[in-house]
């Protein structure tokens, strides 16, 4: 009995730590110390506990607004997940006006229109577009595409031409594969030009389909690029499984991070990072993967960009340094 007293002193005391509700922690700390629960934990209550105690009006009320806001970004990028547009936007709306939605990232670094632009989430783009002054994917490809060229290609496609005259690819489909050449491109310099949209027929572009979304389910980059270097964007973006899945949702839900890095690329939604060098001394921010906010750091020696691990130090807490990927470390100043 005596055990089980101490063990529910125990847990209730950290549930009282985890929060920030005077009484209740006081409550916990005075109920620990009747079941003898461990010296240290109850120091921690009593520490916390002072802390809270010592807090003016403003600055409870700072502190109240950051977990208010820490607690409603953590619903803003499940809503843009979701594509919930109308709950996103009663959502921001109703948010105090201290609050910097703007400036909220997830545990890999993106805002909320990155993170609206990969999950195309069409709907939600529509809400975020105008509160942040930016366009989406899809309308930017609209309007970059030259479609009086493409009409006059289309043209000269249906007039006679000699048996021995290759057909000319548009401009398009070339930046699409210069863009995927940057990624990964084996035997690129073979691959014949793409062909344009209207000389598909409704069997070769199934079958290019199939092979596109069994690359992807494989995660095998070289067929995929070769179906990327062959259609047009407007034609491979658009498809869809029979589950309603296009190409890039399926390579983030089957984890195919070769085929995902292929597309998006192609699609213009990443760019390939510049390596930088670290200073000793510098102050970075770390992208731990599971973690909500970034931490600080310092790096502790130089590093030259071809290096792969950075040496850091942690801020908070008292971990010893240790060597982090190149990509978890950002400078504070990018």
């Known amino acids: 009995k005596q055990l089980r007293e101490r063990r529910a002193a125990f847990e209730r005391l950290h549930s009282a730590l985890e929060g920030e509700n005077e009484d209740e922690l006081a409550e916990a ?9 461990d010296a240290e934990d109850i120091e921690k209550g009593q520490a916390k506990l002072q802390v809270l105690r010592s807090m003016n009006a403003e600055q409870r009320r700072a502190k109240a607004l950051h977990e208010l806001s820490q607690q409603r970004k953590k619903e803003a990028f499940l809503l843009v997940k979701k594509d919930d547009a109308e709950a996103l936007h009663a959502m921001l709306q109703g948010l105090d006006e201290a609050v910097r939605w703007q400036d909220w990232r997830d545990y890999m670094g993106r805002n909320l229109w990155r993170f609206s632009v990969e999950m195309r989430a069409a709907r939600t783009q529509e809400i975020l577009g105008p509160l942040l002054g930016k366009q989406a994917p899809q309308e930017q490809r609209r309007l970059r595409l030259p479609r ?15 048996p021995s005259q290759p057909a000319a690819a548009p401009e398009p489909a070339a930046e699409a594969q210069a863009r ?64 309603g899945k296009d190409l890039l949702t ?21 760019q390939e990072q510049k390596r930088e060098a670290f ?16 931490r600080r750091a310092t790096v502790l020696e130089d590093t030259p960009p071809e290096a792969d691990e950075v040496l ?5 807490g008292d971990e010893p340094a240790s060597r982090v990927e190149r990509c978890l470390v950002r400078k504070m100043w990018s």
Do not use: C
């Open 279 to 294: 200073d000793e001394r510098e102050a970075v921010w770390i992208f731990a993967q599971g973690e909500v906010q970034p």
């Open 148 to 162: 009086p060229e493409a009409q006059q290609e289309a043209e000269k496609e249906e007039r006679p031409r000699e």
């Open 29 to 37: 700390i005075e109920m620990a110390q009747r079941a003898e629960v």
């Open 312 to 316: 850091i130090e942690y801020w908070d």
């Open 180 to 243: 995927q050449e940057e990624v990964q491109a084996p035997a690129a310099s073979q691959a014949q030009a793409p062909p344009p949209a209207a000389q598909l027929t409704e069997a070769e572009e199934a079958e290019w389909k199939r092979k596109a979304f069994k690359a992807v389910v494989g995660d095998n980059t070289p067929i995929l690029l070769e179906v990327l270097q062959r259609l047009h964007i407007d034609v491979w973006s658009k498809w869809e499984n029979k589950a």
């Open 250 to 270: 399926l390579s983030q839900e089957r984890g195919a991070s070769g085929a995902y890095s292929v597309l998006a690329k192609a699609l213009g939604l990443v």
